[in-house]
């Protein structure tokens, strides 16, 4: 059996190209990039269940890549529209990649610390971390598992420190908790990442 193109995943590449699309068509205004990268630590359960209880050898690793831009503004209020493209691996359970349209907004204060709020629409592609098996004429054949499909909402709270007003350097730290659905499955991102931003 042939697969057949995932719609999810269509409209979400329709959605990452209208999200950035505003940037050519407002080339009058001043725009900054910025480029992240994240290392996650996933949990299925619900926000915040997983914090007091952190235990090194519990970490299901990941890692993100984040491409963000956003029109320079006054203000305290920020707004970027950013793709994201991750990936973790959960022992005994699953490992998944997934792309993602996470804009942020942002509360910036002193030019220095930053409260963000980053809501989320994605697809995702799940695949087991272990062998797979079948009925068949009787018995339990192995077989090679294509993963799973998976519409993924999300959202996240977090906070950053912009190095800048402290360094000179363009960069940030930040933290952010995140929770996500892969049917039918709650899900949460503790995520730590630095922050590029360039013109």
């Known amino acids: 059996m042939h697969n057949q193109p995932q719609p ?5 590449f329709l959605l990452c190209t209208c999200g950035l699309a505003p940037k050519s068509l407002c080339a009058q ?10 290392l996650l630590d996933e949990h299925v359960g619900l926000p915040l269940q ?4 952190f235990d090194p050898d519990e970490v299901n690793p990941g890692f993100a890549i984040t491409f963000e831009s956003s029109r320079q503004r006054p203000g305290v209020y920020q707004f970027s529209r950013a793709i994201e493209i991750g990936y973790y691996y959960h022992e005994d359970n699953e490992q998944a990649v997934y792309l993602a349209l996470k804009p942020r ?13 980053v809501p989320g629409l994605g697809y995702a592609r799940t695949f087991p971390t272990g062998p797979s098996y079948r009925p068949e004429n009787g018995t339990f054949t192995e077989f090679r598992n294509t993963g799973k499909s998976h519409f993924m909402p999300s959202f996240g709270v977090g906070v950053g420190l912009q190095l800048r007003q402290l360094t000179g350097v363009p960069l940030t730290v930040f933290a952010r908790h ?4 892969l049917f039918p499955s709650a899900h949460t991102f503790t995520r730590l990442g630095l922050s590029f931003s360039f013109q």
Do not use: G
Not at 29 to 38: G, M, N, R
Not at 106 to 115: N, Q, W, Y
């Open 105 to 117: 907004v942002r509360f910036v204060f002193a030019d220095l610390i930053d409260l963000h709020f």
């Open 8 to 12: 999810t995943l269509l409209l979400l």
């Open 29 to 38: 205004k001043e725009f900054t990039s910025s480029l992240s990268l994240s």
């Open 50 to 53: 997983h914090l007091d209880v």
């Open 178 to 181: 995140e929770s996500f659905v």
